[in-house]
C-alpha cells in the first residue's frame, strides 16, 4: 500500500510548499479511519462527496487504485502513478523534489 | 483475502462495488469472507496464505465467494510457490461444485489465468469455448478473456474471440442492453469497443507476423477512441499501436503514437518509449529533458475541486495554488 510511504514525503517537504491528499473512494469511513490511526498518518485524507458526484472519477477520471497525481506549482498536472510497487516512492519523491524546484 | 490479486479480479471488483453503490449485506459468507481476508492481509507468507485459502473453501465450497477463494489460493501458488499442480487439483475440487453462475464464470476466469501462466494454450482454447458456450458473455467478459489470451500470447485465440466479440460492440447492442440512452451516447460507447477490440486484434495481428494488417486496423480504428482528459487513450489502442511501430523498425513514430500514454498513462506505455528512444538515438541520452520537455507541452490543469475531511473541514484546492500537491485515489479494501 503506498499512502504509508507518502506521510514521510509531506513530512519531509511540507514546509518547501508541498501538500499531499488522500482521497477515499468507497466512503468507508470506518474504514478509512481505521487505516489512518493505524498508520499515523497526517495528512489530508478526504472524502470523495462532492454534491452528487465524485471527484476522483467524474472531475480527475481515475477510474483504478490506488493511482496518484502530481502537480506543479501552477496546478498544471506533470507526473501520473498508476497502480504502486515497492520502489516507487523513491521516484516520486524525486519527482517532488523537481517540481518544487530550488 | 488480500485484495491485490490479479489486476482484472480486482478491477471487476472495483467496477461491481462502484456500479452498486453500497456495501454487500453482511451474512454469514461475508463475515467469514472478512475474517479469513484479515489473516490473509496480516500474513506475508504464501503457504500460509493459501492454508487460509484453502480453510475457507472447504468450508464454503459453494457461495458467491468460492471464485474468490480460489484466485486469492492461487495466486500465492503460482507467483511465490510454483505449485501449479496444485492449484489445478483445486480447480478438480471446487470447480464442479460451484452451482451459480455468475460465480462459475468467475472461477472459469480464474482457471483460464492459471492456463495462460502455465503456458496450457490448448486447456485455455477449449475453456475458453466452454465458458462462451455455458454463459451469455457481456462485453467486460470478452475483455477479461482477451486479456488472459494476450498474457498467454496465445494470438490465434485472441484474433478469434476479438472478432466473435465485435457482436457486442456496436452501437444497437448498447441500446438493446441500456435503452435509455441516448442515440449520441450508444454510439460514442460502441465505437470505443470497436477500437478496444481492434487493440487487441491489431496487437495479434502483429504478433501472427501479419504487420501491415496490424497497422491498418490501428490507424482504421484510431478516432473511435475516447480519451481521458490528461489525453491518455481509455483503450490499449495507442500502447500496441506503439508496440507495433517499434517492432517494425520504427521507433519514432512509435514514440510519436504513444506520446501521452508514456507521460500520463501505464508504465508499459512509458517502457515502449524508452526502449524507442534508444533504437532511435543509441542510447538514453536525451531522454530525460524530452520527456520533461514533453511534460511541459502536454499536461493539463488539476480540476478545482473542495471535499470535507475526517474532522469535516472543507479542504479546497484553490486555497493550495502555488503549493506543490499530491493527489491519491485509494480506497481501504
Known sequence: ???????????????????????????????????????????????????????????????????????????????THIGFEEGDELQMEEEIKKLLGP | MHTRYWPWVLTTALLASVACGQSPERGSTEMAYDEASEAYGATE?????????????????????????LANAVWPLIEDLEQPDEAYELFDTYLPGISDAETRLDAQKV?????????????????AATMIEEHEFQFTDY?????????????????????????????????????????????????????????????????LGQHDQALTTFAENADKTTYTFLGVDDTPLHLYWGQSLLRQGRPEEAMERLTLEALFGSKEAMDTFHKAWVASHGSDDGLEDRLWALRMEHSKPLPEFALANYENETIETRAMAGEVMLISAWSPT
Open chain 2, 45 to 69: 507468507d504464501p503457504e500460509e496464505r493459501v492454508a487460509i485459502a484453502k480453510e475457507f473453501l472447504a468450508r464454503y465450497p459453494d457461495t458467491e465467494r468460492t471464485a474468490d477463494a
Open chain 2, 143 to 207: 475483455l477479461d478473456l482477451l486479456e488472459t489470451a494476450v498474457e498467454a500470447e496465445a494470438w490465434e485465440l485472441v484474433s478469434r474471440q476479438a472478432d466473435a466479440s465485435l457482436v457486442l460492440a456496436n452501437p444497437e447492442a448498447f441500446k438493446t442492453q441500456w435503452p435509455d440512452i441516448s442515440d449520441e451516447d450508444a454510439e460514442s460507447w460502441g465505437h470505443r469497443r470497436q477500437a478496444y477490440v481492434a487493440a487487441y486484434k491489431g496487437w495479434a495481428l502483429e504478433n
Open chain 2, 111 to 127: 482457471l483460464a489465468i492459471l492456463h495462460s501462466k502455465t503456458g496450457k494454450l490448448d486447456e485455455l482454447d477449449a475453456l
Open chain 1, 1 to 79: 500500500m503506498e499512502l504509508p510511504r507518502i506521510e514521510p514525503l509531506w513530512q519531509k517537504y511540507k514546509d518547501q510548499g508541498f501538500t499531499a491528499i488522500a482521497i477515499e473512494t468507497s466512503r468507508d469511513r470506518e474504514g478509512a479511519l481505521e487505516f489512518v490511526t493505524e498508520n499515523s498518518l497526517t495528512y489530508h485524507f478526504l472524502e470523495d462527496i462532492e454534491g452528487d458526484g465524485n471527484v476522483v472519477a467524474d472531475k480527475l477520471q481515475i477510474y483504478g487504485q490506488p493511482t496518484t497525481y502530481l502537480v506543479d506549482r501552477n496546478g498544471q498536472i506533470v507526473f
